[in-house]
């Protein structure tokens, strides 16, 4: 039996393939499919927006009148509709996959509140390829120790709206993990003038945008006489909305209510 899938922010590049690649995966169904109010294809039905013909299922605009446990809702908007949508999840105890990104400190408090009440899955990346970075980091991490500094670098296109990435501070806090520290203490995010010379506990973070990059991740470990450097390169979103279907079919599986990762999803 397919997996019932609703997909938030229909409408978006990620939505759109959210929806294209549901419809032609014979393990799921779409059964919803959600916008901001105000957005033209608001009432249009969801396959012809996202160009793989009609579907059934019109675009609206309220994620609770849909919601419901036997419906996984995709999240790909932006951290304020994400709560609202999580919130209503919690509230109809509706499995809900977020890689919406840009939490601010308390709005990450209320998601690390809300996330364990239903049945969740959260990652800053839904890259397959992403979160097999994740475990490869730590592990790095856990051999090199203090002997080699951390950095981390990413690049994403000019229109992206918040920095660092979600994935880069998943990173950042995966190997302050590894090393006994604090990414909010010990990261350093960009470095201008006069600053001294490099801490010894310091995890680096550097930013950078431009044209339309989707994704690129490094992450540097660099030592007297020798660097390692692990990347990820993501060539197209559909790497990003694989994963999250993913974690759909996985977490349709799911009984008990709890906030999983990806790693859970993996099986890492």
Same mark, same amino acid.
């Given at each position: 039996m397919p997996a019932n899938v609703i997909v938030c922010g229909a409408a978006g590049r990620m939505g759109r393939s959210l929806i294209g690649l549901t419809a032609s995966d014979p393990e799921l169904k779409l059964v919803g499919a959600i916008e901001a109010a105000g957005v033209p294809f608001v009432g249009h039905d969801a396959g012809?927006?996202?160009?793989?013909?009609?579907?059934?299922?019109?675009?609206?605009?309220?994620?609770?009148a849909v919601a419901r446990p036997d419906a996984v809702a995709l999240d790909f908007t932006n951290a304020e509709v994400?709560?609202?949508?999580?919130?209503?999840?919690?509230?109809?105890q509706a499995p809900i996959v977020i890689g919406s990104t840009g939490f601010n400190a308390a709005q990450q408090q209320e998601l690390d509140e809300l996330a364990?009440?239903?049945?969740?899955?959260?990652?800053?990346?839904?890259?397959i390829g992403v979160n097999v970075l994740l475990q490869l980091v730590r592990s790095a991490a856990r051999a090199l120790g203090d002997a080699f500094d951390p950095e981390i670098? $990413?690049?994403? #296109? *000019?229109?992206?709206?918040?920095?660092?990435?979600?994935?880069?501070?998943?990173?950042?806090?995966?190997?302050?993990g590894e090393l006994g520290r604090d990414l909010t203490a010990d990261g350093l995010f960009g470095r201008e003038g006069?600053?001294?010379?490099?801490?010894?506990?310091?995890?680096?973070v550097m930013a950078l945008r431009g044209g339309d990059v989707i994704g690129?991740?490094?992450?540097?470990?660099?030592?007297?006489?020798?660097?390692? $450097?692990?990347? #990820? *390169?993501?060539?197209?979103?559909?790497?990003l909305a694989r994963g999250a279907l993913r974690a759909a079919k996985w977490l349709a599986g799911q009984k008990q209510p709890g906030r999983y990762s990806m790693a859970d999803v993996l099986g890492l």
């Open positions: 012809e927006v996202a160009g793989v013909g009609a579907l059934g299922v019109r675009i609206s605009t309220d994620y609770g994400a709560l609202t949508h999580l919130r209503q999840a919690v509230d109809r364990p009440r239903t049945r969740s899955v959260v990652a800053a990346n839904m890259s670098v $990413e690049i994403h #296109h *000019r229109m992206k709206i918040d920095s660092p990435s979600g994935t880069a501070l998943a990173l950042g806090r995966a190997v302050a006069v600053i001294g010379k490099r801490s010894e506990r310091e995890i680096g690129d991740h490094t992450v540097f470990f660099i030592g007297m006489g020798e660097r390692l $450097e692990l990347t #990820h *390169r993501a060539q197209s979103r559909e790497c």
